[in-house]
């Protein structure tokens, strides 16, 4: 039997109706580009403002959906209708295993659509419902901090039901903003390739030697279209490479590893495309630290 994932997008939501549209129909191709890269079987459908993916490995798609550039989370969830029995009996039953004796609980429900019920009304309902199923185990109602959180999502006739987040990488879907070269020689290099694909940009890497596993270990993973050039260790390599890559794959700008002092050296050298450096701002620290956070999404 298939599992089911919900996955939640941020920014996109801002966008007008026709962009939006637009942006979540590359949101999904995006998500079955992974699972297609990660031959695994796949099926995606969609409401106003969360997709669904639907497959026979929850673990395996859970991670795959959490490298998706534009989702903010995803979530394995427990489907039933919208029925108050239908929901306590199913929330009862998924919550036994995560309840022990003086548990420290809450119930966080929301709802979209119309119903004879209000968000609070129900979170209260079935926390009370809780108590009344386990009494012997003096379970407690904490919503600051509690030790289980049991989240209830009512979307018109169906409802959701979940009890974990796994944070996704946000920004925006790759291919929305246009197509860069980067070169990755090593974490900051490849730290501005991934902060650019971020922000819904196509990424092809130049990688010299010190830089090939991070395009192909981590970023690829996130991108298993990207193109990845290896150079060799001649000092100007580099830039002739990323001149003929921008140019066979038209690309707008080209990302580099730079500080404020080389701008000058690299203005203009490959025509009037875009030099950009988002890691400029960073201590080696910062970057180390950051990119050991998109190494352990992509592992």
Not at 123 to 149: N, Q
Request: hydrophobic share 40%.
């Amino acid at each position: 039997m298939a599992s089911l994932l919900l996955v939640r997008y941020g920014e996109l939501a801002l966008k007008s109706p026709p962009v939006r549209r637009e942006f979540e129909s590359m949101l999904r191709r995006n998500i079955l580009d992974l699972f297609v890269g990660a031959g695994l079987e796949s099926r995606v459908r969609a409401d106003h403002g969360h997709m669904y993916v639907e497959s026979t490995d929850p673990e395996r798609a859970i991670r795959i959906v959490s490298r998706v550039f534009g989702v903010t989370s995803v979530s394995l969830v427990y489907e039933v209708p919208t029925d108050r029995a239908a929901i306590t009996a199913r929330l009862l039953e998924l919550a036994a295993p995560r309840l022990s004796k003086g548990t420290r609980f809450a119930v966080r429900a929301r709802r979209t659509g119309q119903h004879p019920f209000t968000s609070q009304e129900l979170a209260r309902d079935l926390g009370g419902d809780i108590f009344e199923k386990f009494p012997e185990l003096e379970l407690k109602v904490d919503l600051d901090h509690p030790e289980a959180e049991l989240f209830v999502e009512v979307r018109g006739p169906r409802t959701y039901l979940y009890f974990d987040r796994l944070p996704g990488p946000g920004g925006l879907p790759l291919g929305v903003a246009g197509r860069l070269v980067a070169l990755v020689d090593g974490p900051r290099g490849a730290l501005g390739a991934y902060l650019m694909m971020k922000r819904g940009c196509r990424v092809g890497f130049v990688t010299p030697p010190g830089g090939a596993a991070f395009a192909a270990e981590v970023l690829a993973r996130y991108d298993p279209r990207a193109r990845i050039v290896p150079v060799g260790e001649a000092s100007e390599a580099w830039a002739t490479t990323v001149g003929e890559v921008a140019d066979s794959t038209h690309a707008d700008g080209v990302v580099l590893p730079l500080v404020v002092d080389d701008y000058d050296g690299v203005k203009g050298r490959w025509g009037d495309r875009v030099i950009f450096s988002p890691t400029i701002g960073l201590t080696d620290e910062e970057v180390s630290e950051r990119w050991q956070s998109v190494v352990s999404r992509a592992s």
